[in-house]
């Protein structure tokens, strides 16, 4: 049986992703392992700590690059200016996480609308990435 153990989102500071992803948006800290530079960082979920893992994974990696650019940069980057999410989260309550996430000073670049699967809003998580957040019906 196949699983989803660790997600990853593409950010340009771990630190400061690492302060929205829990102070913000409410996810706890699970795992914190420096390798090399950078960490192994990851989030979960409080209602489930043993879910799904999302890995805060830094975007400037210069193994792999495209005109100069670190190439997960670079793709980051073409989603954002496409008015595309990088990822999905998902929501019970899609109207009150917003209206939380706007008290936080959360922008929305998509207020809450109703899709042919429940209803989605697309917000900054200030660390280089649109994130679509989902209610399903």
């Known amino acids: 049986m196949m699983f989803v153990p660790v ?4 950010v340009d500071d771990q630190e400061k992703a690492l302060a929205f992803y829990t102070d913000v ?10 390798v090399g530079d950078a960490k192994w960082l990851t989030v979960v979920s409080p209602g489930a700590p043993d879910g799904v893992e999302l890995l805060l ?9 495209i005109g100069g ?3 997960a940069r670079v ?19 899609l109207e ?3 209206a939380r996430l706007k008290a936080h000073g959360v922008r929305f670049t998509l207020e809450p609308t109703k899709t042919d699967f429940g209803a989605q809003a697309v917000f900054d998580d200030t660390c280089g990435n649109l994130i679509a957040l989902t209610q399903q019906d």
């Open 7 to 10: 997600t990853s989102i593409l």
């Open 25 to 34: 948006l409410g996810f706890v800290k699970k795992t914190d392992v420096p």
């Open 57 to 65: 994974e830094p975007d400037g990696n210069p193994g792999v690059q």
């Open 69 to 71: 650019e670190p190439a």
């Open 75 to 93: 793709y980051k980057k073409t989603l954002y200016d496409a008015g595309m999410p990088f990822t999905v989260l998902g929501s019970t309550d």
């Open 96 to 98: 009150k996480d917003c």
